[in-house]
């Protein structure tokens, strides 16, 4: 498949399928309930936050390198392809499965009535707008209409990880 192609049939199968044996094995870990289950859950929370913050921070340095490509050349279609995986096989399911464990989680311990966790909430909120945001911008890449200066995207790639930074002192200290 070239970079300047659309999601694919295949593609979107790929990504059904995922979601279906997640959505599965969420249904078999409510009805198997094993002993221990919170900490299951945690640490595939780790392991989600992991991969959506990695990717978060790359895919706006990949914007940075794409603008100096000239629309069209072959390193730019180089850098739309990168950024569409990155994008769909890594930060996409990424964070659908922090949402999925973070909010079991927050219902399973009732954190959600602590005041930490809901500051947490508004700035995990901001991230996933961030997410959006990002999702344009990649939009405007795929189709050779970006018209932000490299500086713009290095600027954005600091938010996730102040972001990240707020979000990992509230949860561990629980401040208030
Ligand atoms: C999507 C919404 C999210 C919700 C509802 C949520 C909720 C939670 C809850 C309830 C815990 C368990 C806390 C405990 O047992 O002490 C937790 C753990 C954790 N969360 Fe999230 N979270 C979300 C997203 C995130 C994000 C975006 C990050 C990082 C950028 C993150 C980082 C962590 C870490 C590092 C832990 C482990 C803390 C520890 O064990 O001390 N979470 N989360």
């Given at each position: 498949?070239?970079?300047?192609?659309?999601?694919?049939?295949?593609?979107?199968?790929r990504?059904?399928?995922?979601?279906?044996?997640t959505?599965?094995?969420?249904?078999?870990?409510?009805?198997?309930?094993p002993?221990?289950?919170?900490?299951?859950?945690?640490?595939?929370?780790?392991?989600?936050?992991?991969?959506?913050?990695a990717?978060?921070?790359?895919?706006?340095?990949?914007?940075?390198y794409?603008?100096d490509?000239?629309?069209?050349?072959?390193q730019?279609e180089?850098?739309?392809?990168?950024?569409?995986?990155?994008?769909?096989v890594?930060?996409?399911?990424?964070?659908?499965?922090?949402?999925?464990?973070?909010?079991?989680?927050?219902?399973?311990?009732?954190?959600?009535?602590?005041?930490?966790?809901?500051?947490k909430?508004?700035?995990?909120?901001?991230?996933?707008?961030?997410?959006g945001q990002?999702?344009?911008?990649?939009?405007?890449f795929?189709?050779?209409?970006?018209?932000?200066?490299?500086?713009?995207?290095?600027?954005?790639?600091?938010?996730?990880?102040?972001?990240?930074v707020?979000?990992v002192?509230?949860v561990?200290?629980?401040?208030f």
């Amino acid at each position: 498949m070239t970079a300047v192609e659309k999601t694919s049939p295949a593609q979107k199968w790929r990504w059904l399928i995922a979601l279906i044996i997640t959505a599965a094995g969420v249904l078999a870990l409510i009805y198997w309930s094993p002993q221990g289950l919170y900490l299951w859950l945690k640490a595939f929370h780790i392991i989600s936050v992991i991969a959506w913050m990695a990717g978060m921070l790359y895919l706006p340095r990949l914007f940075v390198y794409h603008c100096d490509a000239e629309p069209g050349s072959k390193q730019s279609e180089t850098f739309k392809l990168m950024e569409r995986r990155l994008l769909t096989v890594i930060i996409n399911p990424a964070m659908t499965a922090t949402w999925i464990f973070g909010l079991w989680l927050a219902y399973d311990s009732e954190f959600y009535r602590e005041h930490w966790l809901q500051a947490k909430f508004v700035l995990v909120i901001l991230l996933s707008a961030l997410h959006g945001q990002m999702v344009r911008w990649f939009r405007d890449f795929q189709n050779d209409r970006n018209k932000r200066p490299a500086k713009f995207y290095r600027v954005m790639n600091e938010l996730p990880a102040v972001l990240m930074v707020l979000i990992v002192l509230l949860v561990v200290l629980k401040p208030f």
